[in-house]
């Protein structure tokens, strides 16, 4: 009996050995895909989720195919601060990258980037544009500030936006093109633009990836909106300069705000009412530019047949106001340049859905970890998403924060719950913010030193002393 059940054991073990290459090739082929698309510069007030002004429809069909994020946060609202923050899952006081010049990795040198978890673990990870930092527009055509342990396949096609800069049309001449009010409305196709390039890049590898057992991370890094602000001319005539409408003002709007809250100095750096409208106009007609090679890139995944079986995220680095309070592009720390545009589409889990729980680009990483089955980090800074996937309205107890340092050393740290935002500069002493958004959704109102509404600030000061 003894050798009868060895002899079974022995067939079995026999068995199972040469059933596990073909188990483990299903197991690999049944891993989720992962697209992963950053715009650049992009605000969700004006340009994403069916605005009806600025058009964005492959925005507006991700949005309905997946869930949609409306109250997400970045952690800084400036290129690298964001996206070293988001890339390796942990907040800018970890990073401690507040600058576009120093890498993360002189800080965190062995810390794992959420492509490389998924590289480590069997995934082909690539990179077409820009995803990690890059100065815009000096380093199209190059890795930038890239992190080369990330990829296995890295491409940075450079179009006639970088080569045809001497063309770009400048409002506030005293600023470098990339933090300027700058544009230009360009000849040729899209295809010729490094957006154009992009995506066309990215559909190669797609077509590629097509028939491998191999899953992939696909990170596709938009440059555009950020300025110069270079679309096409057919985006342009989609916004007469005469129908451009300027965000709502309030003539002392600024009166009740600290000076260090405000980055644009003078307001609106001195562009009258007219070249301020060319300057959105520019901005909408890069919108829709980028947003007509995002389409390009999810008619590609239909049409391979990809979609079923990827995982798609779309993001933007950070907000960007457009004349709010006098303000114009990132560094400060009101809704418009803290909140982002952020979509999920997990096949499994449908789409059409809203969620509006406050979150943070740092829960991107642990979200795709969960959703792939991979082990994430243990000391991530983030939270997953997947209970919001599956119930937008699920209880969520999580505030997000923002930050951003001042040259003069002043620091502001601000918290948004679903209905307030509260702002310290260096700790109150430089000055608070505090805005009902039930009431005062564009945050003309600072209600910080109004003596009925002290509970709600030290409840908030509170909040803010848990994360800083």
Known sequence: MENLNKSKLYAATRILILFLPFLSLAQEAARP?????????????????????????????????????????????????????????????????????????????????LPQLFKQHGYFTARVGKIYHYGVPSQIGTNGLDDSISWQMRINPKGRD????????????????????????????????????????????????????????????????????????????????????????????????PQDALFTKPAHWGLDEGQQKEALRAYYASISFMDAQLGRVLDALDKLGLAE?????FWSDHGYNVGQHGQWMK?????????????????????????NRTVELLDIYPTLAE??????????????????????????????????????????????????????????KAGAELYDHDQDPDEFNNLAADSLYQTIRITLKEELKKRF
């Open 33 to 113: 895909n992962i697209l992963f698309i950053a715009a650049d510069d992009l605000n969700n007030h004006e340009g994403t989720y069916g605005q009806n002004y600025v058009k964005t429809p492959h925005f507006d069909r991700l949005a309905k195919s997946g869930v949609q994020f409306n109250k997400a946060y970045n952690q800084y609202p400036l290129c690298s601060p964001s996206r070293s923050s988001l890339m390796t899952g942990h907040k800018p006081d970890v990073t401690r990258i507040y600058d576009l010049q120093t890498h993360f990795r002189e800080i965190l040198p062995e810390v794992v980037t």
């Open 162 to 257: 970088k080569t045809e800069e001497s063309l770009v049309k400048n409002l506030t001449p005293d600023r470098h093109l990339g933090s300027a009010l700058a544009y230009l409305n360009a000849a040729g196709t899209d295809e010729e633009q490094t957006d154009g390039l992009i995506a066309t890049e990215a559909i190669k590898l797609l077509e590629q990836r097509k028939n491998e057992k191999q899953p992939f991370f696909l990170a596709v890094g938009f440059f555009r909106p950020h300025t110069p602000y270079i679309a096409p001319k057919k985006y342009f005539d989609l916004y007469p300069q005469e129908t451009v409408p300027l965000p709502k003002q309030l003539p002392n709007d600024l009166d009740d705000i």
């Open 309 to 313: 079986n990827t995982i798609v995220v």
């Open 331 to 355: 560094q400060s720390l009101f809704e418009t340049s803290a909140r982002v545009p952020l979509i999920f589409r997990v096949p499994k889990l449908g789409g059409g859905k809203k969620s």
């Open 371 to 428: 959703l792939a089955n991979l082990p994430a980090p243990t000391d991530l800074d983030g939270k997953s998403l997947v209970s919001l996937l599956e119930n937008p309205a699920a209880n969520w107890n999580k505030a997000a924060y923002t930050q951003v340092k001042r040259p003069n050393g002043v620091v502001g740290r601000s918290v948004r719950t679903e209905r307030w935002r509260y702002t310290e500069w260096n700790e109150g």
